[in-house]
C-alpha cells in the first residue's frame, strides 16, 4: 500500500503537474481524499443483497472525476441475480436520474420523470434482468451498483428525492458483513493504494490528452458511457490556462433542456470550491443575454460580471458543459482577452454586479451546500 501511495505522490511532483503551490497543495490534499474514500468504502461495508442506498462518495469535500456541483450523489451495490425495488418521493430536484453500473461503465439508465408517479410524486421501480410490468429498469449480469444523480437548478429552493432500495428476490443468501479476516485486511490494503494510485493515473492521463488537443477551448461533445457518465447526461470537456490579467469569454446559445450547466475544475479533475467561490452555473442561476447567448468569462480576479466563473486562485484546469434531455450540445466559442479589454468585447447590455451583491451570492451558496451536504 505505501509503495502505491508513494507512486502516487511522485504524480503530483512530476514534470506534467503543476508546480504552483496551490496546484502542489491541492494534489496532496486530493491523494488524503482519494485515501480518504477508499478506506471509508472498505470499512463501510454494505450487502448487496440487503442494500441501503447512503450518499455517494463524491460531496463538496471529496472530488473526483469533476464532479457536478449541483449534485447529490447516492449509491447502492447490486448483483445481477437478484430483484430489486426502488421507491420513495421524487421531491423536486430538477433532475433525478437512476443508473445502473458495471464497473464504471454504464450499463442502464431511467430518467424520474419518465417513471409513472403518483400525484405526490411516490414511485416504485423494479430493477431486474427480466422485464416487469410497470415502472422498470434492466440489470445486467455484471451489475455491481446503482447510483442515483440528483442535479438542482434552484439551491435555494428545491428538495432533494426521498429513496430507498430493497432485494426482493435474490438467488444467494445473505449472509450480512464478513468476519474480518488477516487475509481479507490485507487486500483491503493493497486495494487502497493501487486505487489511489490508479486514480491519480486515470484522470492524468485524460487531462493531457485534453490539453494536447487545444488549451482555452471547447471539444465535440460525448455522453462517456464507458467512464460512468449516463446516457441522457451530454457533456462538452475543454481546458482552461490563464495569466492574472488575463479573461477567457465563453459565448454559447443554451438548448432547450431539462438541465444545463458549466463548471470549473483544477489539475486534479475536482471541480473547484463551488461553496465560496462562483466557479460554476446552471440555467436557473446564469444570466442569459437578450440575444438568447450565456457570456460566461473565467478570470483571476472579479470583472464585476455576473457570469464570473471564479478559478479560485487556480490557473488552469478542465472546464465542462453538462447538457441533460437537451435538443442539442452546442460547443461553446471561447476567446482569450485582456482582462482590462472585456468592456470592449461583452455587450453594453451585459448584467454587472458590485461587491456587495456577489458576496450575498456567495453566501446563499454556502447555506445551500450546507443544507444538500449535513456534514
Known amino acids: 500500500m505505501l509503495r502505491a501511495l508513494a507512486r502516487a505522490g511522485v504524480a503530483v511532483q512530476s514534470e506534467s503537474a503543476p508546480t504552483g503551490a496551490l496546484d502542489r497543495a491541492a494534489g496532496y490534499k486530493h491523494l488524503l481524499g482519494l485515501l480518504a474514500v477508499g478506506i471509508d468504502e472498505a470499512l463501510r461495508y454494505t450487502d448487496p443483497y440487503r442494500p441501503v442506498l447512503k450518499p455517494g462518495s463524491t460531496d463538496w469535500v471529496f472530488k473526483w472525476g469533476m464532479d457536478c456541483p449541483d449534485a447529490l450523489y447516492l449509491g447502492a451495490p447490486v448483483r445481477g441475480d437478484a430483484v430489486y425495488r426502488v421507491r420513495g418521493r421524487r421531491g423536486t430536484v430538477r433532475y433525478l436520474g437512476l443508473q445502473v453500473m458495471a464497473g464504471i461503465e454504464t450499463a ?35 451489475a455491481s451498483s446503482l447510483v442515483v444523480r440528483q442535479f438542482f437548478y434552484d439551491w435555494d429552493a428545491e428538495e432533494p428525492a426521498r429513496l430507498e432500495i430493497e432485494c426482493i428476490e435474490r438467488a444467494k443468501l445473505a449472509r450480512g458483513a464478513p468476519t474480518p479476516t488477516a487475509e481479507g485486511v490485507a487486500r483491503q490494503l493493497v486495494a487502497l493504494g493501487e486505487y489511489v494510485d490508479a486514480s491519480v493515473t486515470f484522470w492524468g492521463d485524460i487531462h493531457a490528452a485534453l490539453r494536447a488537443r487545444g488549451v482555452n477551448a471547447f471539444q465535440e461533445p460525448s455522453a462517456r458511457t464507458d467512464i460512468g457518465g449516463a446516457e441522457e447526461n451530454v457533456t462538452v470537456w475543454g481546458s482552461w490556462e490563464l495569466g492574472p490579467d488575463q479573461a477567457l469569454l465563453i459565448e454559447v446559445k443554451p438548448p432547450e433542456a431539462l438541465y444545463w450547466s458549466v463548471a470549473l475544475g483544477n489539475h486534479w479533475w475536482e471541480s473547484l470550491d463551488y461553496s465560496n467561490h462562483q466557479s460554476s452555473l446552471n440555467g436557473h442561476q446564469a444570466v442569459i443575454d437578450p440575444d438568447g447567448m450565456l457570456r460566461a468569462v473565467i478570470a483571476r480576479s472579479d470583472p464585476g460580471i455576473a457570469n464570473w466563473l471564479d478559478p479560485a486562485g487556480f490557473g488552469g484546469g478542465p472546464m465542462i458543459f453538462r447538457y441533460v434531455r437537451a435538443d442539442g450540445a452546442p460547443v461553446p466559442a471561447t476567446r482569450v482577452v485582456p482582462v482590462g479589454e472585456l468592456g470592449d468585447v461583452l455587450p453594453s447590455g451585459t448584467i454587472r454586479v458590485d461587491g456587495g451583491t456577489r458576496a450575498e451570492v456567495i453566501e446563499r451558496r454556502r447555506a445551500a451546500v450546507r443544507k444538500r451536504f449535513p456534514r
Open 108 to 142: 442502464a439508465n431511467v430518467v424520474a420523470d419518465e417513471l409513472a408517479l403518483g400525484a405526490d410524486g411516490t414511485f416504485e421501480l423494479i430493477v431486474s434482468a427480466n422485464e416487469r410490468p410497470g415502472n422498470w429498469m434492466p440489470l445486467r449480469a455484471d
